[in-house]
């Protein structure tokens, strides 16, 4: 690449928290040449999540859908800092942040799990403007179990865990040995929630039972059951209604059995404990099982909110205004899962955000150098005021559901237009490779699906 713009001392520092949808896109759409940019993220990559039920059978490599931030960063003018690190502190008022490097690759565990850091590894950072992209975590709901039994399906190590589990079951099912209730039991996959990612799990999984194991375990295959729960009276409550119905005979076409109105309450190490629609209570034996209840806020986001305990009073993520400004502070936006700006927690509503706030401050920004070069200081938190609220175009809602059909919730000409099936399903392929990140991710993926169309998955555990 050409020769990049250093750091300079003259230009306000942006910090930008995460490298997710919505940090991702404004650090691509962000103009460096009027401020030193800074990145911190426990995860040097972007990960793109839509098809990450596809990693858990190996219809997709994990790597076709990460791309590296330095590659991201490559071509801005101005050199991008990053560190692999993940901030657990601010001090609003001396705009300072505590970061704990993430550098070693025995960290990746869920934060709370986690031991705590070395004094050695824990840094301050300064900044004058931040972005806070940094998404949500896993929410069990205090429920027992969860944490140390289940699998969860938010990052790429999880979708590693669910492929290995789930191997390590057929295999141990295999042996001749063992009883024919407990070859029952690790042949029962169990997902529980039924929103889009449940669902999508659900319908990779289908797949690769049918297209990939019914070949090489032929006298296991048809005795793996998979049962996915729900505790509401219906999966993908946010679908339109004909796709719900759609899916719902779909997955009983395909043998996938539905519990709706039915709560996990506990998770065992080889069952899980369920409350019936009529409250009573039954345990049920699995093989492996998947949580995909959705998530919440994550440690960062409450000690932001804790500086500002009068203004951000809601435990789901940081209120923000149409502006994205973090209410009740100064110089911080937020944006994506870990903002409450009355949009949901889409990969399209971040990524918007994140294009919306990275041309704001390329506006403000110009003007704030020139201000500057004059001897004046400029406030863009406060200027920001005047430009066009953000507002959320949304192109509708795509699902995978297995066996080769989609379904689409799409506003088309002021009217929803809801699909489902075949046709749909390439669709879904070309909009999502469509929006694939480059060339590099876009072909990788393309050539994952064509490998697996003549070769099948690979049932190597790995
Ligand atoms: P979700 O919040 O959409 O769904 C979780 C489901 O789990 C809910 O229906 C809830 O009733 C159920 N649940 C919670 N606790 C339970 C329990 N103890 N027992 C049984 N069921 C329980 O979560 P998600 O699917 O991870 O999605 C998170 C967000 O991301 C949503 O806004 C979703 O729309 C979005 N998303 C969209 C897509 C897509 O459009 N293709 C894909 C993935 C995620």
Redesign the pocket.
């Known amino acids: 690449p050409a020769e990049q713009l250093p750091y300079d001392p003259n230009k306000k520092t942006i910090v930008i928290l995460g490298t997710g949808w919505g940090s991702t896109t404004v650090l691509k759409n962000l103009d460096t040449e009027n401020y030193n940019v800074v990145v911190v993220s426990p995860r040097n990559y972007f990960l793109f999540t839509?098809l990450l039920p596809s990693c858990t059978v190996g219809t997709i490599e994990n790597r076709s859908i990460m791309e590296s931030v330095r590659q991201l960063a490559r071509h801005k003018q101005r050199t991008v800092t990053f560190y692999e690190a993940e901030c657990t502190n601010i001090d609003a008022d001396s705009k300072e942040l505590t970061i704990e490097r993430r550098t070693h690759s025995d960290d990746l565990q869920v934060s709370n799990e986690r031991p705590p850091t070395a004094p050695e590894d824990i840094v301050k950072l300064k900044y004058d403007y931040l972005v806070v992209g940094v998404g949500g975590t896993v929410n069990t709901?205090g429920?027992p179990g969860v944490e140390e039994h289940a699998c969860f399906l938010k990052e790429m190590r999880d979708a590693r865990k669910i492929r290995r589990r789930l191997m390590d079951a057929v295999e141990s099912a295999s042996f001749d040995d063992i009883s024919e209730e407990e070859r029952d039991r690790l042949l029962h996959m169990v997902v529980?929630?039924?929103?889009?990612?449940?669902i999508?799990y659900a319908g990779e999984l289908h797949d690769f039972l049918t297209d990939d194991l019914s070949q090489w375990y032929p006298s296991l295959a048809h005795r793996v059951r998979i049962t996915l729960?729900?505790?509401?009276p219906n999966v993908l409550?946010?679908f339109d209604k004909k796709l719900i119905d759609y899916t719902q005979s779909t997955f009983s076409e395909n043998k996938i059995t539905i519990l709706t109105h039915?709560?996990?309450k506990e998770v065992k190490d080889k069952s899980f404990v369920v409350q019936n629609a009529d409250g009573s209570r039954s345990e049920i034996p699995y093989g492996l099982l998947v949580w995909?209840?959705?998530?919440k806020a994550q440690p960062i986001v409450n000690r932001i909110r804790e500086q500002y305990p009068q203004v951000q009073t809601n435990g789901r993520g940081l209120l923000v205004d149409e502006h994205l400004r973090v209410k009740g502070a100064k110089d911080i936006w937020a944006l994506g899962d870990c903002a409450l700006s009355g949009y949901?927690?889409?990969a399209q509503v971040a990524s918007q955000q994140g294009k919306w706030l990275a041309r704001r401050l390329n506006n403000l920004g110009s003007v704030a150098s020139q201000q500057s070069r004059e001897g004046k200081e400029f406030d863009i938190f406060a200027a920001i005021e005047e430009e066009k609220p953000f507002k959320y175009s949304s192109q509708g809602?795509?699902?995978y559901i297995g066996s080769e059909k989609a379904i689409a919730d799409l506003p088309l000409f002021n009217r929803n237009i809801t699909a489902g099936g075949l046709a749909t399903f390439w669709f879904w392929k070309s909009a999502y490779l469509n929006e694939l990140f480059s060339l590099r991710n876009s072909t990788l993926v393309a050539s994952d699906w064509i490998k697996r169309f003549f070769f099948g998955r690979d049932i190597s555990r790995e």
């Open positions: 839509p709901f429920t529980v929630g039924g929103g889009p990612t449940g999508e729960v729900e505790a509401l409550p946010a039915t709560m996990v995909a209840t959705g998530i949901a927690p889409l809602s795509l699902a």
